[in-house]
């Protein structure tokens, strides 16, 4: 079955939302019009609740289906955050916001979720309720962390959440996903090397702290190499090496490097962890420094359940008519983790098409994948909540 006629009746709708969406990005926790504007359709689409500052400035709609014998209650989640990134696409309907885009397609999630909504509050062909979920910050703020503490599953009864994100670079509109591990936990560090700054032509009388540095740079690539089972899955890089003098001639003091841990494994992480700590600190003594290190737990590991992800696929399949693809694991983060570690379900994958990567100043949100998104969570829900 392809896309449900309603959704193409609906596109011009669902793509004038995503463009305002787009001309006008928030950051993190502050999407207040963007929250506004959700809100405003919600309510006029005739959701039988909306509630507002879930996690902030999270927004929550609830349907009730034709029927609701079942007792089911399902959550589908969009984001509506944008980066801080100066948009260079050149579109029509660029960021009104200097230096904000939506670099990551939050938009087309907003809006894809905002169809879906109406179709179901119109249609209600389900047995249960559906909660429609609308998060802020998950671009490095944990916003799906701040809905659940705020009671997000308790409130409306959530046993299920399921969760989508654009991919560039796969088939536009086909779907990929990943039964169980699918996301990696990212956790950040960093290490400030103090050493004894001085002039660059005495430095018998300095303690370098760029030359710790590069030699701890190199070693930290030991532990996915030399520490870690090679068969399980690794990343360390240091992405920040920053030092406190700006000159050609000047040793500095300190050298600040941050960077991030990327695991899917427990004793992996912990193992990791250790490693960093030890090997800067040792290595900064070894040349007479000192090591101060700060590590800090990020996003936990994303996994799908297993059945929820078969019934996924093949809702894909049914609104593309095109086998959806089994995806590899992948490194990024997402804070949806959050909601499959407080109840089961799902995370999907849709083609964007050859385009710019995401959290690019160039990346396009494809209009094209608006009606399939849509589709996929209105065919989603009248799966899970069969009549
Ligand atoms: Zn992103
Ligand atoms: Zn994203």
């Keep these: 079955m392809p896309i449900k006629n309603q959704f193409s009746e609906l596109f011009e709708h669902i793509k004038t939302w995503r463009h305002h969406i787009h001309q006008n990005p928030e950051l993190m926790y502050d999407t207040i019009e963007t929250s506004k504007f959700v809100e405003t359709k919600l309510k006029e689409f005739g959701c039988d609740e909306v509630l507002t500052g879930i996690g902030r400035t999270g927004v929550v709609a609830l349907i009730e289906g034709k029927k609701n014998i079942s007792g089911k209650v399902i959550g589908l989640r969009a984001d509506m955050d944008a980066l801080p990134i100066q948009e260079q696409t050149n579109l029509d309907y660029s960021s009104n916001n200097p230096g904000v885009m939506h670099a990551c397609g939050h938009d087309g999630h907003t809006a894809m979720l905002l169809g879906a909504a ?23 703020g944990g916003g799906a962390k701040e809905m659940i503490e705020d009671g997000l599953v308790e409130k409306f009864n959530i046993q299920e959440f399921y969760g989508m994100h654009n991919m560039p670079g796969l088939e536009l509109g086909r779907f990929s996903i990943k039964s169980g591990d699918f ?27 760029i030359l710790i540095s590069s030699n701890l740079v190199m070693s930290l690539q030991s532990i996915a190499s ?44 912990n193992n990791a962890k250790d490693k960093i700590f030890s090997l800067s600190k040792s ?16 996003y936990p590991v994303m996994k799908n359940s297993v059945d929820d992800t ?9 609104v593309t008519g095109k086998k959806t693809l089994n995806a590899e694991k992948i490194m990024g983060a997402e804070d949806f983790s959050y909601m499959l570690n407080s109840a089961k379900g799902a995370y999907i994958l849709i083609g964007n098409g050859d385009t710019p990567s995401v959290h690019s ?14 589709s996929y969570w209105a065919e989603l829900v009248e799966t899970k909540l069969q009549l």
């Design 118 to 140: 109406k179709y179901l509050a119109d249609t209600r062909n389900f047995n249960g309720k559906v909660a429609l979920i609308f998060q802020p910050a998950e671009e490095g």
């Design 283 to 298: 290595i900064a003594e070894a040349y007479g420094g000192k090591a101060e290190i700060e590590f800090n737990y990020g």
């Design 226 to 269: 030399r520490n870690i089972n090679p068969t399980k899955d690794v990343v360390v890089s240091v992405c920040t090496f920053q030092t406190d003098t700006v000159s050609y001639n000047v040793i500095p003091e300190i050298v600040t490097l941050k960077g991030t841990l990327r695991t899917f494994d427990k004793d992996v992480q």
């Design 183 to 209: 996301f990696a936990a990212a956790d950040t560090f960093i290490i400030r090397i103090v050493g004894k700054g001085g002039h660059a032509a005495k430095p018998q009388e300095t303690i370098d702290p």
């Design 361 to 374: 100043p160039t990346y396009i949100f494809n209009d094209e994948i608006l009606p399939i998104g849509s």
């Design 310 to 318: 078969e019934i996924a696929m093949s809702v894909a399949e049914k």
